[in-house]
């Protein structure tokens, strides 16, 4: 029983030292900020890749040098891209400039989005926590797979004829 406790308390202690590491790491984190005082980073979903930076502002989304409005007509599409200020509890307080290439409108704001996300956690590292939380620094590597040889697409193969 005595040595049952020892390794609880052992684990208590490992734990908590986890924590505080965590913790520690988390106050340790700097600001990246360039000499414009903006953050940037690169954002990727799908086949689409965005260069983002953001800046302390009215909360003017430009981009490809296009409104958010005009360049994503979709709602949908606009409310990805407020979704990383929603979350940060941020909304109106930043500029954004960003230029995507590549894929559709749908991967590209997703790409968008994520460059945002790390953006803004560059920018002020207490917006980690709840960025991180709801999952948007995190790369969704899914990508369209590549067609295989003897198929038809990458998995449909060619219509079977008994005669």
């Known amino acids: 029983m005595a040595t049952e ?3 609880l308390d052992a684990l208590n202690a490992a734990v908590a030292g986890t924590a ?9 984190r700097e600001p990246v900020r360039d000499a414009q005082g903006r953050s940037y980073a690169t954002g990727k979903r799908k086949d689409a ?3 983002v930076w953001i800046k302390p502002g009215k909360g003017k989304v430009v981009v490809n040098g296009k409104e958010m409005a005009v360049y994503f007509a979709r ?22 400039m960003a230029t995507v290439a590549g894929g559709g409108l749908s991967g ?5 989005k994520h460059g945002i996300s ?3 956690q560059l920018y002020d ?16 590597a899914r990508v369209v797979e590549r067609k295989k040889y003897g198929k038809r697409k990458a998995r449909r193969s060619f219509q079977f004829s008994k005669r």
Do not use: N
């Open 49 to 51: 890749v965005a260069r």
């Open 5 to 7: 406790i020892k390794s």
């Open 125 to 140: 590292p207490a917006l980690r926590a709840p960025l991180k939380a709801a999952g948007f620094l995190t790369r969704d």
């Open 75 to 96: 709602p949908v599409l606009q409310m990805i891209l407020r979704q990383p200020f929603q979350i940060a509890g941020v909304d109106g307080q930043f500029d954004v």
């Open 118 to 120: 790390k953006a803004l």
């Open 108 to 112: 590209q704001a997703g790409a968008v």
């Open 20 to 28: 505080a590491a965590q913790v520690a790491e988390a106050i340790a």
